[in-house]
């Protein structure tokens, strides 16, 4: 890997998004737009906001980062864009981190207006620090990031990368603990959950929202979540291939 391709491959997506408007309004504002949405939704019940609202600050930005890293990935693998930059002297590694360093940098951006817009103008109520809930949105959208450049690599349309996203993200969603505790499901499900990153995110956002410092409990999520992205990542730069289909 080299910096400088590194850093010239983050370059050229910014600037691709640059002239993406859509894309950048999925990435920024829709996570803004629906947590307010949910805010008002339970407007008459501010705890119930209190005890999901700080989950759903993880999960939108992971959801919204997968869509849109999975279909820009995809466009350049199909419009052959991608073949050209892996005929050059261009690592895999380095153009897997040159995507995740563009997406990593919109994922800051967007999970400091979701975090800011929930705790300052939408009133939720933590008990540890917001820092500590920013870091979680964003390695939430980091390992979104991450999954969508490894599911790219398996679709042939833009329609397929999408299809992805019941088969990746619903199963964590509906296992991961927002809708009931993880120890309260059938013996087989709480297994499952065990093992997906979503399950560990919302853990750590559980934390943030009972204690108002870094628990262990909070160190070993937050790092297992790192670590899941790292994993993905490496994966996806392991399944490019240098042939569209």
């Known amino acids: 890997m080299s910096t400088a391709r590194t850093l010239a491959t983050a370059g050229r997506v910014l600037r691709q998004l640059r002239h993406d408007r859509r894309s950048i309004a999925l990435m920024v504002l829709v996570p803004c737009v629906m947590l307010f949405?949910?805010?008002?939704?339970?407007?008459?019940?501010?705890?119930?906001?209190?005890?999901?609202?700080?989950?759903?600050?993880?999960?939108?930005p992971l959801i919204t980062m997968f869509l849109v890293a999975s279909i820009a990935t995809l466009r350049e693998r199909t419009s052959g864009t991608l073949e050209r930059l892996l005929a050059m002297p261009l690592g895999k590694g380095d153009l897997i981190a040159g995507y995740a360093l563009a997406f990593g940098l919109v994922a800051v951006v967007q999970s400091l207006l979701a975090t800011?817009?929930?705790?300052?103008?939408?009133?939720?109520d933590v008990v540890g620090s917001p820092?500590?809930?920013?870091?979680?949105?964003?390695?939430d959208a980091l390992l979104g990031t991450a999954l969508g450049l490894f599911v790219s690599a398996f679709a042939a349309s833009e329609f397929q990368a999408v299809q992805f996203m019941p088969a990746v993200i619903f199963p964590q969603l509906l296992l991961c603990g927002l809708f009931t505790p993880r120890d309260q499901m059938q013996p087989v499900l709480e297994g499952i959950s065990n093992v997906l990153p979503m399950s560990y995110a919302v853990d750590a956002m559980t934390e943030v929202l009972h204690h108002p410092d870094a628990t262990g409990d909070f160190i070993r999520d937050v790092l297992i979540v790192a670590a899941c992205a790292v994993l993905v990542l490496a994966l996806g730069a392991a399944t490019l291939r240098r042939r569209t289909a």
């Open 37 to 60: 949405l949910l805010r008002y939704v339970f407007d008459g019940s501010e705890r119930t906001f209190d005890s999901i609202g700080a989950s759903l600050l993880g999960i939108f």
């Open 116 to 124: 800011g817009l929930a705790l300052w103008v939408l009133g939720l």
């Open 131 to 139: 820092w500590l809930l920013l870091l979680v949105a964003l390695l």
